[in-house]
């Protein structure tokens, strides 16, 4: 199975191969250059077919919306929204305004791992909130290939998944 980095660069010199022939083709026709003027809505049409509607979904979901929560909780959609704004759930805001919040953050009782909100906020003090949360649901080789989510979950000591979180936390700002 090919990597994420590994797919990326088949279809980068896919691409390139079919732009070089397109211009070629162009070139050969006499077509003039203004047909291609628009080099910005030419990429934006060409990666509008990629697979990135349902990304997050895959690599952060599930998901809990502000309503489901509410009613788990028990709460008015103000106490989430202050749980969020505090960093005492972790939250992730769609294109629509909207937030969300993924369900592995929740024990059976519906509280947040208090070591998942720890690790959150090394991670969002250099990051966006979709970054962070899918570093945490990423699988680490250093992690016997467990997320930290996962790792957190099981109910591992935090001190080497927090090593990992602060070392990202450093790339992340350099």
């Not at 929204?81 to 969300?100: F, H, N, R």
């Amino acid at each position: 199975m090919s990597t994420l980095a590994e797919q990326e660069r088949k279809l980068l010199a896919l691409l390139i191969h079919s732009v070089h022939r397109t211009f070629a083709d162009a070139r050969a026709s006499g077509v003039p250059a203004e047909v291609f003027a628009d080099i910005e809505a030419i990429a934006a049409s060409m990666t509008s077919a990629l697979p990135t509607g349902q990304i997050y979904d895959q690599l952060v979901g599930p998901f809990y919306d502000t309503s489901s929560l509410t009613q788990w909780w028990g709460v008015s959609r103000q106490a989430v929204a202050k749980a969020s704004s505090t960093d005492a759930v972790i939250a992730c805001q769609l294109d629509g305004g909207g937030w969300v919040y993924p369900t592995w953050q929740f024990t059976d009782s519906g509280t947040v791992y208090p070591d998942l909100l720890t690790l959150w906020s090394t991670l969002c003090a250099t990051a966006d909130a979709w970054t962070c949360a899918t570093w945490l649901r990423s699988p680490l080789a250093d992690l016997d290939d467990r997320s930290a989510a996962k790792w957190v979950a099981e109910g591992r000591s935090i001190e080497p998944v927090l090593e990992l979180a602060r070392a990202a936390a450093r790339r992340w700002a350099a």
